[in-house]
């Protein structure tokens, strides 16, 4: 967890005194979230999330509660916001955003069945499905766009990642459909009671985007087993997603290329993150698990890959 900021009691207090969420009872602080830090907190009138953002600009998380705004009007399984008394959908603590949201009672499942997985294909579809929310970035945060930010730095990743950079521009097909999509549905943005998906989590990266850059980075967060990407769990989310979408021939052709794209743009966020702007002695070779992914992915015999989509 990217605990950066800590918060006793008597601000807690302070903060959530701008909602009508009745007296304080407790706080408890709560694990998962790369650029978060957040809390469980229970009043006489419920239990809430408190987030602070440490590093997302007010401008970011206006554009998140607009997105959990259209979330709930669509009725889509997602979290609630909570606005302030004056109808403000966050606030401030010094510099830093801070949102509640309705706290969703369930477990995020690092090994999900092959049921939850065909779950999370469905709700990916129908999220993809979605009326696009005008004014939502059109540009992945840490896409293709930004790897130049760190080509110029001497290192044996910053290689690989040109290498990559310059691969993927030429075997993108820019045709392909965009679409509302989450970014990060890792098994740790996925909320299940008793089997059943409740809630998609964490749309800090939402956009307009590639809807197979969604699958494959779905694919990467969901599906991998000893550190390699599981073919069959793969296909099991891919046929709950076709249930929903089905895909078409080109898609299909194009969706080996966008889950190594996934792997790389997550490798990126790792090293940039770990190395560079909070380093973290202990977290700097996070990233390799997912270059290796894509380099596993780009290796992978066509054929093989292609047995996903049969039945």
């Known amino acids: 967890m990217a605990d950066y900021t800590t918060l006793d009691i008597k601000t807690v207090k302070k903060l959530i005194a701008e909602y009508d969420l009745g007296k304080f009872t407790s706080m408890t602080p709560l694990e998962g979230g790369q650029a978060n830090s ?5 009043t006489q009138k419920g239990v809430y999330t408190l987030s ?5 600009s007010q401008e970011e998380i206006h554009c998140l509660t607009r997105v959990l705004t259209h979330l709930k009007a669509q009725n889509f399984p997602s979290t609630r916001l909570i606005s302030t008394q004056s109808g403000k959908p966050f606030i401030l603590y010094g510099d830093k955003p801070v949102y509640v949201k309705a706290f969703l009672a369930g477990e995020v499942c690092r090994d999900l069945s092959s049921g ?17 929310l005008p ?11 930004a790897f130049d930010e760190i080509l110029d730095r001497a290192h044996p990743y910053v290689d690989w990642l040109g290498k990559k950079q310059k691969f993927l521009e030429t075997a993108i097909d820019k045709t ?18 008793g089997g059943k998906l409740v809630a998609i989590l ?23 087993d000893d550190g390699r990407l599981a073919m069959n769990r793969v296909k099991q989310l891919v046929a709950g997603y076709q249930q929903i979408s089905p895909l078409t021939d080109a898609e299909k052709n194009q969706l080996k290329i966008f889950m190594e794209y996934a792997g790389v743009a997550s490798s990126f966020w790792r090293f940039r993150q770990y190395n560079i702007r909070y380093p973290l002695p202990e977290k700097k070779d996070n990233y390799l ?6 380099d596993q992915i780009h290796t992978m015999n066509e054929n093989r890959f292609y047995e996903i989509f049969k039945n």
């Not at 004014?135 to 766009?145: D, I, K, V």
């Open 289 to 294: 698990e997912l270059s290796r992914l894509a």
């Open 176 to 193: 392909m459909a965009k679409g509302f999509i989450h970014g990060d549905l890792f098994w740790d943005n996925l909320l299940f009671s």
């Open 135 to 145: 004014g939502l970035p059109g540009q992945f945060p840490y896409g293709l766009t």
């Open 202 to 224: 964490d749309f800090e990266e939402a956009c307009i985007y590639y809807k197979l850059f969604d699958i494959g980075m779905a694919a990467l967060g969901c599906c991998t």
């Open 52 to 56: 602070v953002c440490d590093e997302k």
């Open 116 to 132: 939850m997985l065909f779950q999370t294909g469905q709700a990916m579809a129908k999220l993809h499905g979605l009326a696009v």
């Open 38 to 42: 957040s809390l469980k907190i229970s």
